[in-house]
């Protein structure tokens, strides 16, 4: 289901994802896809210009499926380095933003799952033309996703995935520790309640 239902340039992420043991991602503006809510992902992939009520929904299932990796009994590590403008910028509703930030903080429940935030008073330009996600993968060399406003490429090319951990490096160098992230998340939540 979840190869079908995604995009023709993610399909290749599809099989990276699941093999990874370390997931590394940044988001300047939603929520990682592993992490969000049904209704969050809905209202995000209903935004896609065209889309039909019948896509959209095997899209929201496909990625609803897709964070079944979390459930394994090996579960990847997964540290998402989020910006905090993605904690204020209303998609779906007020009560779909509320939801979707207790879900965050639940997330980070879990020792699996590390969540930073980068304030937006910092300034921070870097990574802000689009999300990414590196890949690390047992005995094979690092994979990164790299998104852009109309598909995303996977590259295993040294000099791709060079740049992005570089550009991620510098990121977490930003980003809040958890700790004073999640206070960050608890703020952001009082909002949309």
């Known amino acids: 289901m979840t190869h079908a239902a995604s995009p023709r340039w ?6 990276v994802e699941p093999a990874a ?6 988001e300047p503006l939603v ?25 959209a929904e095997k899209a929201v299932a496909a990625r609803m499926e897709r964070q079944a990796i979390f459930g394994r009994d090996d ?7 989020i910006d905090e403008g993605v904690l204020y910028r209303l998609i779906g509703g007020r009560e779909v933003m509320r939801r979707q930030l207790e879900r965050l903080a639940r997330a980070i429940e879990s020792p699996r799952i590390g969540v930073q935030i980068i304030p937006l008073e ?13 890949a ?6 690092d994979m990164v996703y790299i998104q852009s406003a109309i ?11 060079e740049a992005i951990h570089a550009r991620y490096g510098a990121l977490r160098a930003e980003a809040q520790p958890q700790r004073a992230s999640i206070e960050l998340i ?8």
Not at 21 to 26: E, I, M, P, R
Not at 32 to 45: D, F, K, M, N, S
């Open 186 to 193: 608890r703020k952001a939540e009082k909002l949309w309640i």
């Open 122 to 134: 910092l300034g921070v330009t870097t990574g802000i033309l689009g999300g990414f996600v590196i």
């Open 21 to 26: 043991h370390t997931l590394h991602t940044w």
């Open 151 to 161: 598909h995303g490429s996977v590259s295993s090319r040294p000099e791709d995935v």
């Open 136 to 141: 690390q993968l047992p005995g094979n060399p």
């Open 75 to 81: 579960p990847p590590l997964f540290r998402a380095v």
């Open 10 to 15: 993610f399909r290749g992420w599809l099989d």
């Open 31 to 55: 929520m990682p896809g592993l992490l969000q809510t049904e209704e969050y992902a809905r209202a995000v992939i209903r935004g896609e210009p065209g889309i039909t009520d019948q896509q």
